[in-house]
């Protein structure tokens, strides 16, 4: 093994596995001209702002508007997200999901100033329960990293989101042989709740004194 095992890097990639849909429904009022519609577009700001969600309208696109026609999307009439994150994409936990999708509805998500990192043989699923810990076993605790400082800026990488750490990640060396599988990301240094998990480049029995670390740019999170 070299002195930087768990640098493979590791490129992880995750998709929403929670779907938000509009209970009540979204009026325009009178259509002005004649127009086709593709999207629907959703915003933080009644002019300018920021552009949250593009929406695809369903089959057939685009859509024919007529002026003097009512423009309404009824109620589940939009919804974004994805209805599943198959374990081979492995990603944002429950917890998370529902923070996300929750600021959407006008709930800000918990600001989470410190991120803690360990190591699991076994994925931990959605619900952040699979899999062993192996936090005390095969290394002393979590390794704790600033989120402010931690990572890099967030940069568009082909059409997502993606940061990567840079500073190191660096558990120590090995207490004891482990197999191990999967990094996790907490927001407390025990207990807490599971942010997201990635499978680790490297998937084997890690032997006693082998240094257990992420080096720069080696851990990469991207969000679809």
């Known amino acids: 093994m070299s002195n930087s095992v768990l640098a493979a890097p590791v490129t992880d990639v995750s998709t929403v596995g929670y779907v938000l849909r509009n209970n009540a429904p979204v009026d325009f009022g009178e259509v002005a001209a004649n127009a086709s ?38 109620p589940s009439g939009l919804q974004w997200g994805q209805t599943t994150a198959p374990e081979t994409v492995n ?10 999708l929750g600021w959407f509805r006008g709930t800000n998500p918990p600001v989470v100033p410190t991120l803690y990192f360990a190591l699991r043989n076994g994925s931990p699923g959605l619900s952040g329960t699979g899999g062993t810990e192996q936090t005390g076993t095969l290394y002393s605790a979590r390794v704790a990293l600033a989120a402010a400082t931690g990572f890099g800026p967030v ?42 998990f990635g499978p680790l480049g490297v998937q084997t029995t890690y032997t006693t004194g082998t240094p257990l670390r992420f080096l720069i740019d080696g851990l990469r999170k991207r969000i679809l």
């Open 37 to 74: 519609l593709t999207h629907i577009g959703v915003w933080d700001a009644l002019t300018g702002g920021n552009l949250l969600v593009s929406i695809p309208l369903a089959a057939p696109t685009p859509r024919s508007l007529v002026a003097g026609s009512q423009l309404v999307i009824p």
């Open 91 to 100: 990603g944002l936990t429950t917890f998370a999901m529902d923070r996300i």
């Open 155 to 196: 940069t568009q990488v082909s059409g997502a989101a993606q940061f990567s750490n840079v500073v190191n990640i660096d558990f120590g060396a090995a207490l004891t042989n482990a197999f191990i599988t999967h990094y996790t990301v907490h927001d407390a240094v025990s207990g807490g709740n599971m942010l997201w």
